[in-house]
């Protein structure tokens, strides 16, 4: 699974309707006229976006995205320089590829360098079981069986059912608030 985190900004910017404006303003404690002056356009602008008469395109449309997900810009910037993707700990599989590492880290890497990249394969394929429909029992499985196949540290099945519950609830709380970038 590739992770289209950088390649979002080589897309046109999504739309954004007025309320998602008005709260994307208000949740940055940003006024009207300060939020025009950040964007480089007039108050009436931004007060016709978050009255639905008119909506932000363009270059407009990248900065708010850019605003709400700064997030964006860093992604690139490392796909630029190392030509990979990076997964951010605001993604799901970031949170999975974290919990892998402190909570389940059967092959005792964590501080390690490059630990976050071994651990972005494994967080690949929970993040895919998830997506399927697989429930905590599928992940704790796959944990099992991995931690298994590479003779690794053994947990208990409970230790690992919990520890699955934990990446499972993580990534239903993301698809919730709409974190995932699909």
């Keep these: 699974m590739k992770v289209p985190l950088a390649e979002e900004l080589l897309e046109p910017p999504p739309a954004h309707d007025a309320e998602h404006i008005r709260d994307l303003r208000t949740g940055l404690g940003f ?39 700064p997030q964006l810009l860093d992604a690139l910037r490392h796909q ?31 501080g390690e360098p490059g630990a976050m990249d071994e651990y972005d394969r494994y967080a690949i394929k929970v993040y895919d079981l998830f997506q399927s429909g697989a429930g905590p ?10 931690q298994s196949a590479s ?20 990534c239903h709380r993301s698809f919730a608030r709409g974190e995932d970038s699909q």
């Excluded at 939020?35 to 978050?50: D, G, M």
């Design 31 to 69: 006024s009207q006229p300060y939020f025009s002056k950040i964007l480089n356009v007039s108050p009436k602008t931004v007060q016709s976006w978050e009255q639905g008469t008119r909506t932000p395109n363009g270059a407009a449309a990248r900065l708010l995205q850019l605003i709400e997900h």
């Design 80 to 110: 630029q320089e190392t030509g990979k993707d990076w997964i951010p700990f605001a993604h799901p599989l970031g949170f999975i590829r974290l919990i892998l590492l402190v909570d389940f880290d059967p092959i005792k890497m964590f």
């Design 137 to 146: 029992a599928e992940i704790a499985a796959y944990l099992s069986g991995f």
């Design 151 to 170: 003779n690794s540290k053994e947990f208990e099945p409970e230790r690992l059912l919990l520890i699955a519950e934990k990446i499972w609830l993580t």
